[in-house]
């Protein structure tokens, strides 16, 4: 029994090179590779398995943009001849429009997928009985749904950029901010959708009473400050008002006080990290029943 | 006998209070094939899950590949194959791709995964359905695919949780040729089963498993020899005259089980025992004589029915 005494179980000693069968150097050797990269190899069989509505997700990518921007940069825009502030109503909205896209693609990515990983189409149960573990492919997750947010935005600031609403060169900075933005909100939903075990219609009820309202009271249409002060604590705690602003800032120089600019930036990288945890104890911890 | 690539000492796995594991003993030597046989809730699943290195057991000790699963999961998991219980396969793509991106999760080379897959696709007889979609597939083909799935990384272990449960015989007759072939390359092979023909088609060796422990343990025709008698002779009266014809037949036999609806027998020859039975002038209304199978140590260990 002296191979299963705890007592020489202990990491250092049964990683002796003497000691370890031919087995167990095999094994040892190949789960480096997964080790480092494992996180990778989920990111690239995610993105291969949104190739199958790569058709329905590039239309949106430009038709949804193209909608909004003529919608409410030019036809609501009419009704707001002064404009907001120093700008036009086109240049005001874009920028929160564009990070309002970020998060509907990052609402639609950590919902149902997630939860269908673990129920109706169990494939985080397949990768977790490779050398994947539960922090990697929630991070494999992540990484392949931030690709998607990438693209989805850039294509979305190229029609801003055509339609004009970009005065600032560092309004590319924008497109880094609503990918923040909708990962900062991509997190949170997926640690909730994938800690659900029976689906009872929750993730509905999100989107109608969590996702839909932030888009109203986050100051994307119009500024949060002209809401009554009792609503507006709504947008502060919202990532999209945070996110919103912070475009308008690099998009038009929206002036803001500089430590209202750092709380945003900080803001959005702290829910950032707290949803990747969250996601990842979720994912292990279900896993490892 | 060589180093075992499992050994097991008084492993066990809690749930709250309720024990699903319950401190059990087993190793498996390179090359074999070992079986966990019991009814559903046995424990079997979940001895598989600790054994695949991905649910942590609650107390006793484990080695696989002479690594302890707590600290070396991903090693461990880069040399075994695993074939869950209920399929697990990505549905969003097609049935290559499905080996291709597994294969990846190894570390593999892309090169060498498109040719292991395709030799895989030819092994598990789908090479014709390799652009098909994953739920086109008939379940049979679906476990065929995952046990190909399972085999990419070349695994020195491969695990199956009740391979064949929910297939038409032919399908099951197809998958156990396929892992017939395997024993005989010698990958090591454990499964769980309920099926006691499975357990005998397949099975060098296994451990009969009940309510989390252990309660036998050994090659299938040793079981049979040391819990059963060679041959059964299975005798119905009718179902309220059972119980009456039961007392009659105290002492033929070496023993008799009296189940609801027939009284079974045990004898090393069946035949005699059904004329001695006529002789008593007792007229069942149907015989038969079998040989004596895994389900019969079963029921003798835990005076239950393997499926219930």
Redesign the interface.
């Known amino acids: 029994m002296t191979a299963l005494d705890p007592t020489s179980s202990g990491a250092p000693s049964d990683l002796s090179a003497g000691a370890l069968s031919e087995d167990a150097r095999r094994a040892l050797a190949g789960g480096a590779a997964p080790r480092r990269f494992g996180a990778w190899y989920v990111a690239e069989h995610r993105i291969r398995a949104m190739r199958g509505y790569l058709q329905s997700a590039i239309v949106t990518s430009i038709g949804n943009p193209l909608v909004y921007l003529f919608a409410l940069g030019i036809g609501l825009a009419s009704l707001v001849p002064q404009g907001v502030g120093e700008v036009s109503y086109l240049v005001f909205v874009a920028p929160a429009l564009l990070a309002t896209a970020a998060v509907t693609v990052a609402a639609d990515e950590t919902t149902y997928p997630m939860l269908a990983g673990f129920k109706w189409n169990p494939v985080f149960f397949g990768m977790n009985a490779s050398p994947v573990t539960g922090t990697q492919i929630s991070a494999g997750i992540m990484i392949a749904i931030t690709v998607r947010l990438l693209a989805t935005v850039a294509i979305y600031f190229a029609v801003m950029l055509l339609f004009g609403a970009v005065p600032l060169a560092t309004g590319v900075l924008a497109i880094p901010v609503a990918v923040a933005t909708g990962l900062a909100v991509g997190g949170l939903i997926g640690a909730y959708a994938s800690r659900i075990e029976d689906d009872r219609g929750q993730l509905p009820m999100l989107m109608r009473f969590g996702v839909t309202p932030m888009f109203l009271f986050s100051g994307t249409f119009f500024p949060l400050e002209t809401l009554p002060p009792w609503l507006q604590w709504i947008g502060w705690i919202s990532p999209l008002w945070h996110g919103s602003e912070l475009g308008r800032v690099v998009s038009y120089g929206y002036d803001e006080p500089a430590w209202l600019t750092a709380v945003h930036v900080v803001y959005l990288a702290v829910l950032i990290v707290v949803g990747l945890r969250l996601v990842a104890t979720a994912f292990t911890r279900r896993l490892n029943k | 006998m060589p180093?075992p690539?499992i050994?097991a000492?008084q492993l066990s796995k809690q749930?709250g209070d309720f024990t699903a594991v319950d401190g059990i003993d087993f190793d498996v030597a390179?090359g074999e094939s070992f079986g966990l046989l019991g009814p559903n809730g046995a424990g079997k699943s979940t001895t598989m899950?600790m054994v695949?290195a991905?649910?942590?057991r609650t107390g006793g000790?484990l080695?696989i590949?002479?690594?302890?699963p707590d600290?070396?999961?991903?090693?461990?998991?880069?040399?075994?194959g695993?074939v869950?219980q209920?399929d697990?396969?990505?549905?969003?793509?097609r049935v290559r791709?499905n080996l291709l991106?597994?294969g990846?999760?190894?570390?593999l080379p892309r090169g060498v995964i498109a040719e292991r897959a395709d030799a895989l696709l030819e092994f598990a007889q789908l090479a014709d359905r390799a652009k098909a979609k994953v739920d086109d597939l008939s379940g049979g083909m679906k476990r065929r695919l995952t046990i190909a799935?399972?085999l990419i990384?070349e695994p020195?272990i491969l695990l199956l949780d009740e391979p064949t449960t929910g297939l038409d015989p032919q399908a099951r007759h197809i998958l156990w040729d396929r892992l017939f072939r395997l024993k005989e390359q010698g990958t090591t092979l454990v499964l769980t089963t309920h099926y006691m023909d499975e357990a005998e088609q397949l099975c060098d060796r296994l451990v009969v498993v009940d309510k989390g422990r252990i309660m036998a343990e050994g090659s299938p025709a040793a079981l049979i020899r040391e819990y059963s008698s060679r041959e059964v002779l299975e005798v119905r009266f009718g179902s309220d005259k059972n119980a009456e014809a039961a007392e009659r037949l105290q002492g033929i036999g070496d023993r008799l089980e009296v189940l609801p609806d027939r009284i079974l027998v045990y004898s090393e020859n069946g035949e005699a025992e059904l004329e001695r039975i006529t002789q008593l002038g007792l007229e069942p209304i149907t015989s038969l004589v079998r040989r004596s199978s895994l389900e019969d140590v079963f029921l003798r260990l835990t005076g239950r029915s393997l499926i219930e």
């Not at chain 2, 590949?65 to 302890?68: E, N, P």
């Not at chain 2, 600290?71 to 075994?80: A, V």
């Open positions: 180093e690539v050994t000492r749930y390179p899950r695949g991905v649910s942590t000790e080695r590949l002479g690594l302890d600290k070396h999961g991903p090693d461990i998991r880069s040399q075994l695993v869950p209920q697990n396969l990505d549905q969003e793509l791709d991106v597994y990846r999760y190894f570390g799935r399972a990384n020195r």
